[in-house]
T-cell receptor, first 115, second 111 residues
């Protein structure tokens, strides 16, 4: 079945630096991809949904790149600030036929942004 | 207003005891999910449901049961709680089966 590998597990950057988190997945037919943010002690918040037909999505302060050829998904926080400190999870949607879809999550990246 | 709520938010249980975690959603979503979160494992799917009165096994169902009595409610049941089930449990709902919206989580400690 689908497997998702996320790296790095821990990332520490200075305020204003960029931070890049990468996920690789195994099923080249995967269609939907997601990034979630989890602040300490909180729930998971959906950051972005990426379709297979979209290569680059931009949000507030971050860029998501999908490379279908290399089955790789990345999240780039372009100028990190302390408020970005959180755990980030990628997820890949897997179809279960009539039972619907499920998400396969990476193990997460704990990002620390120091002033 | 929170669309996915969980109760209790925190619970301490004894080994061998029965634990019921409850989830309620007001999103009018068909799909509901139960995950557990452990350090180093991310989120792992325990059970899910795509219609009331029906549940499906996820990736790690052993030791857990689920119940979906209505579209809005989805419960996770630990009949005989064990130390290894100490974790944070998240419920989520989804309309299409793709993007999922998570509840606040329940921190379960089994002693």
């Amino acid at each position: 079945g689908e497997q998702v590998e996320q790296r790095p597990p821990h990332l520490s950057v200075r305020e204003g630096d960029s931070a890049v988190i990468t996920c690789t997945y195994t099923d080249p037919n995967s269609y939907y991809f997601f990034w979630y943010k989890q602040e300490p002690g909180a729930s998971l918040q959906l950051l972005m949904k990426v379709f297979s037909s979209t290569e680059i999505n931009e949000g507030q302060g971050f860029t998501v790149l999908l490379n279908k050829k290399d089955t790789r998904l990345s999240l780039n926080l372009t100028a990190a600030h302390p408020g970005d400190s959180a755990a980030y999870f990628c997820a890949v949607s897997v179809n279960y036929g009539s039972s619907g879809n499920k998400l396969i999550f990476g193990i997460g990246t704990l990002l620390s942004v120091k002033p | 207003e929170a669309a996915v709520t969980q109760s209790p938010r925190s619970k301490v249980a004894v080994t061998g005891g029965k634990v019921t975690l409850s989830c309620h959603q007001t999103n009018n979503h068909d799909y509901m999910y139960w995950y557990r979160q452990d350090t180093g494992h991310g989120l792992r799917l325990i059970h899910y449901s795509y219609v009331a009165d029906s549940t499906e096994k996820g990736d790690i169902p052993d030791g857990y049961k689920a119940s979906r009595p209505s579209q809005e409610n989805f419960s996770l049941i630990l009949e005989l709680a064990s130390l290894s089930q100490t974790a944070v449990y998240f419920c989520a709902s989804s309309g299409t089966g793709d993007e999922q919206y998570f509840g606040p989580g329940t921190r379960l400690t089994v002693l």
